[in-house]
């Protein structure tokens, strides 16, 4: 039998999913594989996240990607990205922010995705991943950032930053589908309301 702090957790979580559901805001299989993670008790809800650090990111869309790769002075990058697909259509700046998740185990990417849209987040794009590394370019080499992709009719990837002895560099996984993520890593994120461009 569950312990009573897991059973209240546990019916939280429903509560929460049965809103969504009854909202119009999660679909059928999206309800299905909620409801297939909570029996094998790998959904994770705000509990498990640990070091939600917030930081405010101004986003100035007048860079081009390339512009802001190079003042990022990044030592090692990626040869996989296809730059030119990631550039925003938007003019003009906003301030999101930014939150840093990371978790208190080994998780699958597909955890952490489901785990974040049950929570209204999303993963930062790309341009704001840049955008971040620029202003903010020690927290990389503490431990590494990263964030998800998930391109039309292809699996989704993974971008990030990380670093050592004051070398940063941006790494890219094409694939992502079984990969377990270190429990140190970091996970960009921003709410659902700042949408992408």
Do not use: C
Request: glycine content about 6%.
């Amino acid at each position: 039998m569950l312990p009573e702090h897991e059973r209240a957790r546990l019916s939280k979580r429903l509560a929460d999913i049965a809103e969504k559901a009854e909202n119009g805001h999660l679909p059928f299989f999206k309800l299905m594989d909620a409801l297939k993670l909570i029996a094998e008790g790998k959904l994770l809800d705000s509990n498990s996240w640990v070091n939600g650090k917030s930081f405010p990111l101004m986003i100035n869309y007048n860079y081009s990607i390339r512009e802001l790769l190079m003042s990022g002075s990044y030592s090692l990058v990626a040869s996989t990205i296809d730059f030119p697909s990631f550039q925003p259509t938007a003019i003009g700046s906003q301030v999101v922010q930014v939150r840093l998740f990371h978790f208190s185990r080994e998780i699958e990417s597909q955890e952490i995705l489901d785990a974040f849209q049950s929570a209204s987040y999303r993963p930062i794009t790309l341009f704001e991943l840049l955008a971040f590394g620029m202003q903010y370019p020690k927290e990389q080499l503490i431990s590494r950032i990263a964030t998800f992709h998930s391109p039309e009719n292809s699996p989704p990837e993974a971008f990030l930053l990380y670093g050592r002895f004051h070398q940063r560099s941006l790494g890219h996984y094409r694939a992502i589908g079984g990969m377990k993520w270190p429990k140190d890593s970091r996970f960009a994120v921003v709410k659902d309301e700042f949408k992408t461009f």
